[in-house]
């Protein structure tokens, strides 16, 4: 039986092969709400998605037991001094992230999507912590 750190990283591994995923997962989040597209008003989308990439990365890296160095610069950025990211849309995000996931990976199950949840959730909390 695999890990849940084994079944998201080999489900990430799956979707960071398709060139669609991080543009796919922006349109599918800022889709949301308008305080989310309100977010991404003046950014510059290549560079974020490059970004988000980093940072999906750091979230299982983390769960696999990486110092949280890096997660907390990232909650520090995102604070309420910085982009005021509330913590609610985390939720948003996650499930977001989810869907673009199950969409992209054509090994997508219930299975994946609660070790996505489990892995994510130390990290995520983490960076809602430093608001």
Known sequence: MHSDQDLVFQSYGRCCNRDTFFSDFYDNFMGKSDEVRQMFVDTDMPAQRHLLRNGIMQLILFSRGLPDTKLKALGKSHNRQGYNIRPHLYNTWL????????????????????????????????IKGAY
């Open 95 to 126: 499930e977001a992230l989810l869907e673009t996931l199950s969409k992209h990976d054509p090994m997508y199950s219930e299975r994946i999507d609660t070790a996505w949840r489990r892995v994510l959730a130390p990290g995520i909390e983490l």
